[in-house]
């Protein structure tokens, strides 16, 4: 498929994981990509993709940096068609109470603040092109607790409404906003978790709490964030699309498996 043929794309936290798959995947199907991370992972991305895409330094919280990554994209590829604002930090994983207001607001900065900037300075040059996509990237964590930092859970659940209320003050324009929502997924800012299990030989213990009973990886929540950003989800706005290999799908409990007897 090429569904993205000739079409203009900005990929943020494209230096790694899922923004750098999500990249590679965009420009095999066609588009010409602004790969933006404030890391020079995002000219590691580029390099391996070649010609269709453009590296850019930036910092997705900082509206000039925004604005400057609109701007390239007009200036090199006459307009935007996608934007896929992934970009975002963990913040570590201190409790309520021993988070402190600098790391609070740096992480509301990066992951609440920038998706608000995309949308802002991308949302008019997309609807000048007729209409096409922003896909903002918000976690299973912003659902309930029990899945991230307060901070994080806090901005991802920004997040999530962030992409309805964008959808319908864009109403008319042609410009869908989702949200793609990630479970445990093997990227740079989880690899912390993946080496600890790894090192203590608990790597089977690695999202066993999901039906799956295994992490996510980059390249599959590439291939939804590539469907949220195409025609295929042509009537699909202001959703959020969970992809979290079941895990938000039950509350705590004992679980029967498939083929076993209770006791």
């Given at each position: 498929m090429m569904r993205?043929e000739?079409?203009?794309?900005?990929?943020?936290?494209a230096?790694s994981?899922?923004?750098?798959?999500?990249a590679?995947?965009?420009?095999?199907?066609?588009?010409?990509v602004?790969?933006?991370?404030?890391?020079d992972?995002a000219?590691?991305t580029?390099?391996r993709?070649g010609?269709?895409?453009?590296?850019?330094?930036?910092?997705?919280?900082?509206?000039?940096?925004?604005?400057?990554t609109v701007a390239l994209?007009?200036?090199?590829?006459g307009g935007v068609?996608v934007?896929?604002?992934?970009?975002g930090?963990s913040?570590?994983?201190?409790g309520l109470f021993?988070?402190d207001?600098a790391?609070?607001?740096e992480?509301?900065r990066?992951?609440l603040i920038?998706?608000f900037?995309a949308v802002?300075?991308?949302?008019p040059r997309i609807?000048?092109?007729?209409?096409?996509?922003?896909v903002?990237?918000?976690s299973?964590?912003g659902?309930?607790?029990?899945a991230?930092s307060?901070?994080y859970?806090?901005?991802k659940?920004?997040?999530?409404?962030?992409?309805?209320v964008a959808?319908?003050?864009?109403?008319?324009?042609?410009?869908?906003?989702?949200?793609l929502l990630?479970?445990?997924?093997e990227?740079?800012?989880t690899?912390?978790?993946f080496?600890h299990?790894r090192?203590?030989g608990k790597?089977?213990?690695i999202?066993?709490?999901?039906p799956?009973?295994?992490?996510?990886?980059?390249d599959?929540?590439?291939r939804a964030a590539?469907?949220?950003?195409?025609d295929?989800a042509?009537?699909?706005?202001g959703?959020?699309?969970?992809?979290?290999?079941g895990?938000?799908?039950?509350?705590p409990?004992t679980?029967q498996?498939f083929g076993?007897?209770?006791?």
């Open positions: 993205f000739g079409k203009s794309v900005i990929v943020t936290g230096g994981g899922i923004g750098r798959a999500a590679i995947a965009f420009a095999a199907e066609g588009a010409r602004i790969v933006a991370d404030r890391s992972g000219d590691e580029a390099a993709i010609e269709a895409a453009i590296a850019i330094r930036m910092d997705a919280g900082d509206e000039g940096d925004v604005i400057r994209a007009m200036e090199r590829h068609d934007m896929f604002a992934n970009a930090i913040g570590g994983l201190p021993d988070t207001t790391l609070f607001a992480v509301l990066i992951n920038g998706p900037l802002r300075h991308a949302a609807a000048e092109r007729g209409g096409g996509a922003i903002l990237t918000a299973v964590a659902l309930r607790s029990g991230g307060p901070a859970s806090a901005s659940a920004g997040v999530i409404n962030l992409a309805q959808a319908q003050q864009l109403a008319g324009s042609g410009v869908r906003v989702n949200a990630p479970g445990l997924t990227t740079g800012m690899a912390p978790v080496d299990a090192g203590v790597e089977d213990r999202g066993r709490l999901n799956l009973r295994r992490a996510g990886q980059p599959e929540l590439a590539l469907f949220l950003s195409s295929d042509s009537y699909v706005n959703h959020a699309l969970v992809v979290d290999g895990l938000s799908s039950s509350h409990v679980r498996d076993r007897t209770a006791a």
